[in-house]
């Protein structure tokens, strides 16, 4: 499987921007962030996609671990 990169994007930047376009609504007070301002940090054997709602201050994380053992 070939994971090119689209518009020079890797697929991690894509799957951050999905994140920031679709998980838009604070699961704790509703709120509704136009911006995203998801994060996103690896350490090379899992990624990390983190958001923190600016109106309550509510964490949200996505984490995924990368199969490094092929």
Not at 25 to 40: I, L, Q, R
Not at 45 to 66: D, Q
């Amino acid at each position: 499987m070939a994971l090119g990169n689209v518009r020079g994007q890797s697929a991690l930047d894509r799957l951050r921007e999905r994140y920031e376009s679709t998980e838009t609504k604070c699961t704790a007070c509703g709120y509704v962030d136009e911006n995203g301002n998801w994060t996103s940090e690896t350490d090379g054997r899992k990624i990390v996609y983190h958001h923190v709602c600016p109106s309550c201050g509510a964490s949200r994380e996505f984490t995924y671990r990368l199969n490094l053992d092929r």
